[in-house]
């Protein structure tokens, strides 16, 4: 059964500086996708970003990119520029071949002004 | 498109009575998901639909629990008999696919006295 792991509960960052988010996780499988989503505080959960295991290249997304290590089935999320708006839960996520999302415990992340 | 949307917002019940929650999802997706999610953890996977069709259901999905989404469109999550242990939030997604991203709704908040 797939896992996704991140073992950092909370974050700090500075604004304007450079946070990174840790996740792992285990499958099996070589074709699936995974997604970094923000959960804002009694808000809903939108995407941050996505990759395709098939691609070696990591994604970017404005200031967010990720380090996509799939030998070492590692997905880090990197927040440049850190902004008070970016303050929120973050949630690794592994895609299923059926579309399922697998969580992780998720990363509280505080950004100080 | 108006996203996901969720009924009710918020719902508190006695114990042994049964709730229904509504969403409907973007119009043009096809993939409909249920995630229940505690406070401070990430969302679990329940149920997902493709049309009209449910083909997954997780085992934390317990025979009082029943999901439909009659003619694709909006589905509805019934709990029977609910219990204390049902309190979380439920949060209905949707997606075109599985290599496409989830958009959620903004949840039904379940509280069980």
């Known amino acids: 059964a797939q896992t996704v792991t991140q073992s950092q509960p909370e974050m700090s960052v500075q604004e304007a500086e450079t946070v990174t988010l840790s996740c792992t996780y285990d499958?099996?499988?070589?074709?699936?996708?995974l997604f970094w989503y923000k959960q804002p505080p009694s808000r809903q959960m939108i995407l941050v970003i996505r990759?395709?295991?098939?691609?070696?290249q990591n994604a970017t997304e404005n200031r967010f990119s990720v380090n996509f290590q799939k030998a070492a089935k590692s997905f880090s999320l990197k927040i440049s520029d850190s902004q008070l708006g970016d303050a929120a839960m973050y949630f690794c996520?592994?895609?299923?071949?059926?579309?399922?999302?697998?969580f992780g415990q998720g990363t509280t992340l505080q950004v100080k002004p | 498109d108006t996203g996901v949307s969720q009924d009710p917002r918020h719902k508190i019940t006695k114990r042994g009575q049964n709730v229904t929650f509504r969403c409907d999802p973007i119009?043009?997706?096809?993939?409909l998901y249920w995630y229940r999610q505690t406070l401070g953890q990430g969302p679990e996977f329940l149920t997902y639909?493709?049309?009209?069709?449910?083909?997954?259901k997780s085992r934390l999905l317990s025979d009082r629990f029943s999901a439909e989404r009659p003619k694709g469109s909006f589905s509805t999550l019934e709990i029977q008999r609910t219990e204390q242990g049902d309190s979380a939030m439920y949060l209905c997604?949707?997606?075109?696919?599985?290599?496409?991203?989830?958009?959620f709704g903004p949840g039904t908040r379940l509280t069980v006295l």
């Open positions: 996520a592994y895609s299923t071949n059926t579309g399922k999302l697998i």
């Open positions: 639909f493709q049309n009209e069709a449910q083909l997954e």
């Open positions: 990759q395709e295991a098939y691609k070696q």
């Open positions: 499958t099996s499988e070589s074709d699936y996708y």
């Open positions: 997604a949707s997606s075109r696919g599985r290599e496409w991203e989830q958009f």
């Open positions: 119009s043009e997706h096809n993939r």
